[in-house]
């Protein structure tokens, strides 16, 4: 219910609003255990997929909105780098791919929180989009196969797992509903 205004009665909230929730400050361990997890879950060996989610770079993306003075350019960097290298990969590729999406997502970051978790997906799945076609471009400079099309299936997953992936790293941060009548917050 909305508070009362003055000489009236409350009005019922619309069906569709969020409530908003104030969450603590992240821990700076949680966000470097976070990245660490994703980064050893793309480690391992589970074959050359090309339509699996890139977990590492939406973990990246998340906390580039949410703590970008934290995680920046210079994290995507250097985990494309070690991506690069666990591939095997040409060295750079990953890496010019997290540093642009790191990059984009800083950029985007304020108007990105503005938006309910669907309406975000919609509004990432552009940058998991490019960040795949650059690795795509930096592949077929360099010589490589044709991926085929479902090389371009893992950013629309990554965009249907957003919500999902929001709400998990979000959940240390939310408060416990402990209702004070002499602390609002």
Same mark, same amino acid.
């Given at each position: 219910?909305?508070?009362?205004?003055?000489?009236g009665a409350a009005q019922p909230r619309e069906p569709g609003a969020h409530r908003e929730v104030l969450l603590l400050a992240v821990r700076p361990w949680f966000i470097w255990a976070?990245?660490?997890?994703?980064?050893? =879950?793309?480690?391992?060996?589970?074959?050359?997929?090309?339509?699996?989610?890139?977990?590492?770079?939406?973990?990246?993306? $998340? %906390?580039? =909105? /949410?703590?970008?003075? +934290?995680?920046?350019?210079?994290?995507? $960097?250097?985990?494309?780098?070690?991506?690069? !290298?666990?591939?095997?990969?040409?060295?750079?590729? /990953?890496?010019?791919?997290? #540093?642009?999406?790191?990059?984009?997502?800083?950029?985007? /970051?304020?108007?990105?929180? %503005?938006?309910?978790?669907?309406?975000?997906?919609?509004?990432?799945?552009?940058?998991?989009?490019?960040?795949?076609? =650059?690795?795509?471009? =930096? #592949?077929?400079?360099?010589?490589?196969?044709?991926?085929?099309?479902? $090389? $371009?299936?893992?950013?629309?997953?990554? !965009?249907?797992?957003?919500?999902?992936? #929001?709400?998990?790293?979000?959940?240390?941060? +939310?408060?416990?509903?402990?209702?004070?009548?002499?602390?609002?917050?």
């Open positions: 219910m909305r508070p009362q205004r003055a000489g976070t990245l660490l997890a994703a980064l050893l =879950v793309e480690c391992m060996p589970l074959g050359r997929r090309p339509w699996l989610p890139d977990l590492l770079a939406m973990c990246l993306v $998340f %906390w580039n =909105v /949410h703590q970008p003075r +934290r995680v920046g350019i210079g994290v995507g $960097f250097v985990c494309g780098l070690l991506i690069d !290298a666990q591939h095997a990969a040409l060295l750079g590729e /990953h890496a010019l791919a997290y #540093s642009l999406l790191g990059f984009f997502a800083v950029m985007l /970051h304020r108007r990105l929180l %503005w938006f309910a978790l669907p309406q975000q997906a919609l509004q990432i799945l552009p940058l998991f989009l490019a960040a795949r076609l =650059v690795e795509f471009l =930096v #592949s077929m400079m360099a010589g490589g196969a044709m991926p085929g099309i479902t $090389f $371009f299936a893992a950013p629309v997953l990554q !965009a249907a797992l957003w919500p999902l992936l #929001s709400w998990m790293l979000l959940a240390p941060q +939310r408060r416990a509903p402990e209702p004070d009548q002499n602390r609002p917050l």
